[in-house]
């Protein structure tokens, strides 16, 4: 079992910043691929970007390329997402992913575990 937590959401203004953190707790991190999503609450969940196990290897929707940075740290078991340039169609909760299968997928039935979520907003 793993448990995923998210933290460093908050208020932003257009062309802002913000780094997200991603905490695992209950497996060893560098075995499992990892992704962060975001959903609007009137939208589907949307894939943002994937790194896998190792870190070396990353990819990122059209959306957020050249904006948002997703890296990893092994040895303290987390994920993080950095943003930047934020625009206000960013605004979302965004969601921690992990699974055991093959990292780099886009669809949210491919991850195995999820976080609670934080929340991001990015005001104009």
């Known amino acids: 079992q793993v448990q995923l937590v998210e933290s460093g959401g908050g208020v932003v203004q257009d062309g802002g910043s913000l780094r997200l953190s991603c905490a695992a707790y209950?497996?060893?991190?560098?075995?499992?691929?990892m992704a962060w999503f975001r959903q609007d609450p009137e939208k589907e969940r949307e894939f943002g970007a994937a790194?896998?196990?190792?870190?070396?290897?990353?990819y990122s929707a059209d959306s957020v390329k050249g904006r948002f940075t997703i890296s990893r740290n092994n040895a303290k078991n987390t994920v993080s997402l950095q943003m930047n340039s934020l625009k206000p169609e960013d605004t979302a909760v965004y969601y921690c992913?992990?699974?055991?299968?093959?990292?780099?997928?886009?669809?949210?039935?491919?991850?195995?575990?999820w976080g609670q979520g934080t929340q991001v907003t990015v005001s104009s």
């Open positions: 209950g497996r060893t991190c560098g075995n499992y691929a």
């Open positions: 992913a992990a699974t055991w299968g093959a990292w780099g997928l886009p669809q949210r039935r491919d991850y195995d575990y």
């Open positions: 790194i896998s196990g190792a870190g070396g290897s990353t």
